[in-house]
Nanobody, 118 residues
Framework: QMQLVESGGGSVQAGGSLRLSCAAS?????MGWFRQAAGKERVVVAA??????TKYVDSVKGRFTISRNNAKRMDLEMNSLKPEDTAIYYC????????????????WGQGTQVTVSS
């Protein structure tokens, strides 16, 4: 059973930046970030494969950057943050990129809160 631990959440003013990190207990082919705002469903934000392939949801393109230092570590650099980015951010992992992107990863982290004030 893979364990995923997020870190780096916090509070920031609009226009600011935060960096989230996810540490995995073992390696996987695909990792990604999801977020869930209050009263809304959890949705994918960005994903990355071990070959470096990345994918972003339109609302964060140009502002967020996903990266992997190795097979067990993933980061999300978030710039130009907006109040609508406020959510709990979850790390996820799977061995199938499309399955992860579609919202059905095998493994989930516990989540970290990101709050952006206007």
């Amino acid at each position: 059973q893979m364990q995923l631990v997020e870190s780096g959440g916090g509070s920031v003013q609009a226009g600011g930046s935060l960096r989230l990190s996810c540490a995995a207990s073992s390696s996987s082919d695909s990792m990604g970030w999801f977020r869930q705002a209050a009263g809304k469903e959890r949705v994918v934000v960005a994903a990355i494969n071990t070959d470096g392939t990345t994918k972003y949801v339109d609302s964060v393109k140009g502002r967020f950057t996903i990266s992997r230092n190795n097979a067990k570590r993933m980061d999300l650099e978030m710039n130009s943050l907006k109040p609508e980015d406020t959510a709990i951010y979850y790390c996820a992992a799977d061995f199938n990129f499309q399955k992860l992107w579609n919202g059905y990863p095998l493994y989930w982290g516990q989540g970290t809160q990101v709050t952006v004030s206007s």
